[in-house]
Structure formats: C-alpha cells, structure tokens
T-cell receptor
Framework: DTEVTQTPKHLVMGMTNKKSLKCEQH?????MYWYKQKAKKPPELMFV???????INESVPSRFSPECPNSSLLNLHLHALQPEDSALYLC????????????FGQGTRLTVV | KQEVTQIPAALSVPEGENLVLNCSFT??????LQWFRQDPGKGLTSLLL???SQREQTSGRLNASLDKSSGRSTLYIAASQPGDSATYLC???????????WGAGTKLIIKP
C-alpha cells in the first residue's frame, strides 16, 4: 500500500472561516509534508514533520497551522485565509532515515472566496 | 544553489512513438532524483527514483537514466499511449534531508 489519503478533495471557504485539511498514511513513514501548488507551477514546500516533530517551516504565514497528532496523521488548520491562498494543497510522506522517496496524496483543491 | 531545469516545457507526439523527457541540474552532488507524473488538478504519482549511485531504473514502459557528471537525467517512455498524457516533473534531493528541488515540468500530450 503506497497510498496517502487526503480529505476533503475540494474545499471552498470564506476569508473568516476556520477549516482543516487532513492527511493519512499507513506505510509506516516517519516524515510527512505539506506542499502548496499553484497552477502550472511545481509544488512549494510548506512544512515537514519528522517523527511527529515539526522540522521545517518554510516561512509560512501563521494563518496556516500544521499539526501531527500521531505518526499516521497530518492536519493543516486554516484561518483567515486570503484569496491568493487558493491552490492545490498536497500532502506527502517518506520513510525517513535516509529513504527520501516521496509519495503524494491526490490533494485538496482549496478556493478562498 | 541547485537549479533543476526541464526542457521542453511542452511536447506533443503521435501515439506509438518512443520519447525522451529531459531533466538537468546544476550541482552534481545529488542524493537521488525522482520522476513524478501529475494529471490535471490531481496529486503527484511517483514513477521512478534513482539513487546517486545508480545509472538507471526501469518500470514497465518507463526507463529513467542518470548521468551525474553531466548533470542530466532522462525519462524514456516506450510505445507512448494517450493515457500517458500528463505533466512530468523531476525533483532532486541534495542529501538525506527532506527538501526536494523541483523542475518546472514537461507537459506531454499523446495524440491518438
């Protein structure tokens, strides 16, 4: 099983809403990632969790708040987003410990209105 | 600073042709290189991972090669099919940390 599952697939939210994106993997991977992807661009790294600890935060605005409740789950909490935050949000995981092959979910298409 | 380039940005070929997608990188001290496929509006599917010590990897009709000294990787697709139409991205790890450095992708269209 090389599956990373993201929910929801689509999300429309207002600028005053609070919502969360969810990601789950059962491959025993110890590194999990959030990426943001705009149209016709490669993914941009937002956050990395390694062994459930935040190891990389790529200067992401505080309106994005990641959480890693356990080794299989990764959440991204959204609050007071701007229309320019509309994008495809991708979750990925890798084994860790030198094995960096990344597996991606199908993404959440976020639209901020 | 590592830079990854994919040329061409778009490619359209008739069904059945063999084709090569190119990926070049400026710093040869890579840890590994990974090829992905992305369908419109979807996530990324990992196609092949080549470790820095390897010269090539094969999966079905796909073959990826790596030449670190020249800073190049190629993805060879044999007997192309319309279902191969997608954007293909390559990305490199510089070491065993978690950051991938991405090319901009090649959009491939296979005409029936």
């Amino acid at each position: 099983d090389t599956e990373v599952t993201q929910t929801p697939k689509h999300l429309v939210m207002g600028m005053t809403n609070k919502k969360s994106l969810k990601c789950e993997q059962h491959m025993g991977h110890r590194a999990m990632y959030w990426y943001k992807q705009k149209a016709k661009k490669p993914p941009e790294l937002m956050f990395v969790y390694s062994y459930e600890k935040l190891s990389i935060n790529e200067s992401v605005p505080s309106r994005f708040s990641p959480e890693c409740p356990n080794s299989s789950l990764l959440n991204l909490h959204l609050h007071a987003l701007q229309p320019e935050d509309s994008a495809l949000y991708l979750c990925a995981s890798s084994h860790g410990e030198g094995n960096t092959e990344a597996f991606f979910g199908q993404g959440t298409r976020l639209t901020v209105v | 600073k590592q830079e990854v380039t994919q040329i061409p940005a778009a490619l359209s070929v008739p069904e059945g042709e063999n084709l090569v997608l190119n990926c070049s990188f400026t710093d040869s001290a890579i840890y590994n290189l990974q090829w992905f496929r992305q369908d419109p509006g979807k996530g990324l599917t990992s196609l092949l991972l080549i470790q820095s010590s390897q010269r090539e990897q094969t999966s079905g009709r796909l073959n990826a090669s790596l030449d670190k000294s020249s800073g190049r990787s190629t993805l060879y697709i044999a007997a192309s099919q319309p279902g191969d139409s997608a954007t293909y991205l390559c990305a490199v790890h510089m070491d065993s940390n978690y950051q991938l450095i991405w090319g901009a992708g090649t959009k491939l269209i296979i005409k029936p």
